[in-house]
């Protein structure tokens, strides 16, 4: 499974951004759909935190606290792409953003087992 992560950049405090992740196979094979998937973000100097996750049937959301009102996953299976619609961002939402894919616990921890590349998002104040 592969994940490509884009859509990050500079924004002001209060805006909005929509970041997206493309997760395809390596092989003919769907992949989109069979996994849990989420938004992880590594802020400089501190670790790796959860942001979002949501279920493969994008019925289910879960959310970190911190995020919980402002953001947004959501998926669009015929595009087999998975979005975090970040609205009202903070200066602390400064960070890079990675999604990934199949947890091998529970959604809210890693590890997961693919990841993508990253996106960083930069909120200025």
């Known amino acids: 499974v592969q994940l490509q992560a884009s859509g990050g950049g500079l924004v002001q405090a209060g805006g909005s951004l929509r970041l997206s992740c493309v997760i395809t196979a390596r092989s003919s094979g769907r992949s989109f759909g069979t996994h849990p998937m989420g938004w992880f973000r590594q802020a400089p100097g501190k670790e790796r935190e959860f942001v979002a996750a949501i279920t493969p049937t994008l019925r289910d959301t879960f959310y970190a606290d911190s995020v919980k009102g402002r953001f947004t996953i959501s998926g669009d299976g015929a595009k087999n792409t998975l979005y975090l619609q970040m609205d009202s961002v903070k200066a602390e939402d400064t960070a890079v953003y990675y999604c990934?894919?199949?947890?091998?616990?529970?959604?809210?921890?890693?590890?997961?087992?693919?990841w993508g590349q990253g996106t960083e998002v930069t909120v200025s104040s």
């Open positions: 990934a894919a199949s947890p091998t616990s529970n959604v809210f921890h890693e590890p997961y087992e693919f």
